[in-house]
């Protein structure tokens, strides 16, 4: 602690004399640029005592065009960071050893070819390699006691061991056989073990066919509860369990839920009596239009308390409070994401945090006291703690990212939609802009369908703010944070409330004068490219558009994406319900309706929303004589991962719309 101590005195030093540097500096714009610059947090640890949370850090590396990520500490007090990790192979998942003696994280170092947990003793010292593990490792969980790790491992891919560099041919029988990131998917489930921290025996808990994610130990350390489906086919729906088994080789296990939807998330009482975890509001196979509730089920099993059931509104990351009276939860309300906490005795719901601003990760800390993520629309997350109903900053990670830039203005509106749906959005305004000039607007539409635009710190909308155009989020049906109804009202009926409402949100803009009408974008990414093409072919005002993984003729993506299970439950087999499939593929049919010029992107790799759904709409547009072009990212999957693609998109991005948006100049 010593150094820590040495090296806060130089980062206050430091701090002091870039604060007294920056008064005199003039904030700039946000550029594609800054992409490299910009860091992330996540997946905080808070250590036994409390005194401690733990947490990557990742940072872009240009000359390598990657991301790495170390470990470091902050203290409670918030007056404290220690870096822990500092390799060009990074590290993750660090977890505090029960005593608090040990951080372990996972490493690939040392030329491993697989993540390995490493421990370091956090009196000093270099950290030691804990395991030699031969399966892919999804996941791990100390002991009560620090004697014992369980461990979620892959079963080994056998069919990539041949001796040339010719892989094997891939043998498909599931009935899910693709998925993004993972690929093609044969017969490799995902099963629970137990490793012997001192003997470094590793005894297998669970086999066969079916996945177990999700381990949790009890207080008393003699239980692990556990995730399965152990439907006869589990790839034809969502029907997740709870279960409980001894933590030793050969033990059965024991069903506690028997919810034909999905249960997930749990977590143990500090009494070891009940179980807190998530349960879906349906009961179907197919739960995309869904919002988990917060339930509480005996050890034992039967008829769960659900404490959320009334509240109408998604709950995640749930987490006992230390004295075992209360879980806290964050929820999503209407733009916002809070900390809340519910009484076990009561089901009283305790608001924790309020305002404009989003939470996006919790651990407990001590009786009333929570460890979190936060974000708001001029900042990225920093960790803080919530005591008492109070926040308090923990990290100024982001300082300076933001020292010398000058971000969007941020607020809210509500617009009604031509069928009277009221919907709630949010504005990005350019720093300083006028306030009575029209300005070229874009309209970025968020993905999911099922996720929410919060006021929290979005770099891509910023990025197009700073590039001088008023930029609209949409909160359009089919999103979560305004209850159940309005998340499932477009169920197998996409392209029409959801465009109803992005028009809707389009005039209100016009009708106050903020946008200009003849300067009009649009853009998104995945359903938000997918609603992009809905919208440009059901109304020619966009004079641009850049549609990212996205997909217009819909009868074409069965069997070449990964929602096979969704199209089946919600559109019916493609030779069963012809038509319904026909009608959503409006874009592509009647793309002679097209008059906006469109970029389209893609990942090549990606298996959510294959890139031939933007080929296709290019082609299509191509063929038309529409301005049109295809971007596609070598080896990126639905999400783009290399810094630099990251940067090129959000350059591609600007450069067309202010081809059409923007006045020429003479």
Avoid: C
């Avoid at 005591?387 to 982001?398: D, S």
């Amino acid at each position: 602690m010593m150094n820590s101590r040495f090296l806060l005195l130089a980062l206050l030093t430091l701090g002091g004399f870039s604060s007294l540097a920056q008064t005199s500096v003039k904030k700039r714009p946000l550029t594609p640029r800054d992409i490299y610059r910009l860091q992330t947090i996540s997946d905080l640890q808070v250590s036994p005592d409390g005194k401690w949370v733990a947490y990557g850090l990742s940072t872009v590396d240009s000359t390598k065009d990657k991301r790495n990520t170390d470990i470091w500490m902050v203290s409670w007090n918030g007056q404290e960071s220690v870096q822990l990790t500092n390799t060009p192979e990074g590290e993750s998942k660090p977890r505090f050893s029960p005593d608090g003696k040990y951080l372990s994280f996972v490493s690939a170092r040392q030329g491993a070819t697989k993540g390995q947990i490493w421990l370091m003793d956090r009196r000093g010292g270099e950290a030691r390699k804990l395991t030699d593990l031969k399966n892919d490792l999804e996941d791990y969980v100390w002991s009560p006691d620090g004697k014992k790790i369980a461990m979620v491992l892959r079963d080994v891919d056998y069919a990539d061991s041949a001796k040339t560099k010719v892989r094997k041919p891939y043998v498909l029988d599931r009935y899910h056989f693709k998925a993004d990131v993972r690929g093609y998917l044969e017969n490799s489930p995902v099963h629970l073990y137990v490793f012997d921290v001192t003997t470094k025996k590793l005894d297998t808990l669970t086999t066969g066919i079916y996945d177990e994610t999700s381990p949790v130990w009890s207080p008393d350390g003699s239980q692990i509860a556990f995730v399965s489906n152990r439907t006869q086919e589990p790839d034809r729906n969502q029907n997740t369990d709870i279960y409980v088994i001894d933590a030793r080789k050969g033990a059965a296990f024991k069903q506690l839920t028997t919810w034909t939807g999905s249960d997930n998330s749990p977590a143990w009482s500090p009494d070891g009596k009940t179980i807190a975890y998530l349960r879906s509001t349906a009961s179907g196979n197919f739960l995309m239009y869904d919002q988990p509730v917060l339930a509480v089920i005996s050890r034992e099993g039967g008829e769960p308390a659900l404490l959320s059931k009334t509240l109408d509104r998604p709950v995640r990351n749930p987490h006992w409070t230390k004295d075992g009276q209360a879980i806290g939860v964050l929820i999503q309300d209407d733009r916002q994401a809070y900390v809340g906490q519910y009484t076990v005795a009561t089901g009283k719901l305790t608001k924790l945090t309020s305002g404009n601003r989003a939470f996006s990760d919790l651990e407990a800390v001590s009786a009333n006291n929570w460890a979190t993520l936060m974000s708001d629309p001029q900042t990225p997350p920093e960790l803080y703690a919530v005591e008492n109903g109070i926040t308090r900053r923990l990290t100024h990670v982001h300082d300076a990212f933001l020292a010398p830039l000058e971000l969007a203005q941020v607020e809210g509106f509500t617009s009604r939609s031509k069928d009277g749906a009221q919907v709630s959005n949010i504005l990005y305004r350019p720093a300083n802009a006028p306030a009575n000039k029209k300005l070229p607007t874009i309209l970025y539409i968020h993905g999911g369908p099922v996720s929410q635009d919060e006021f929290s710190f979005d770099l891509t909308r910023q990025l197009l703010a700073a590039g001088g155009y008023a930029v609209v989020a949409v909160n359009y049906r089919g999103s979560n944070g305004r209850g159940i109804e309005h998340t499932k009202a477009i169920y197998a009926d996409w392209g029409n409330k959801e465009v109803l409402d992005i028009l809707g949100a389009t005039d209100y803009v016009v009708e106050k004068g903020i946008a200009d009408p003849e300067r009009l974008g649009i853009g998104g990414w995945s359903y938000g490219g997918i609603l992009t093409n809905y919208t440009i072919a059901t109304d020619t005002r966009f004079k641009a558009a850049a549609s990212g993984a996205g997909s217009s003729l819909q009868l074409s993506m069965y069997g070449i994406d990964q929602y096979t299970n969704q199209y089946e439950n919600e559109l019916g087999a493609p030779w069963k319900n012809t038509d319904k499939w026909l009608k959503l593929s409006y874009p592509f049919l009647k793309a002679d309706r097209i008059k906006t010029p469109t970029i389209f992107m893609a990942g090549e790799k990606d298996f959510n929303v294959p890139s031939a759904g933007s080929e296709q709409m290019f082609q299509a547009l191509r063929s038309l004589g529409i301005p049109t072009q295809l971007i596609i990212y070598p080896g990126q999957f639905h999400g783009i991962t290399v810094p630099s693609y990251q940067k090129d998109r959000a350059d591609r991005y600007l450069q067309w719309f202010d081809k059409y948006l923007k006045p020429k100049t003479t």
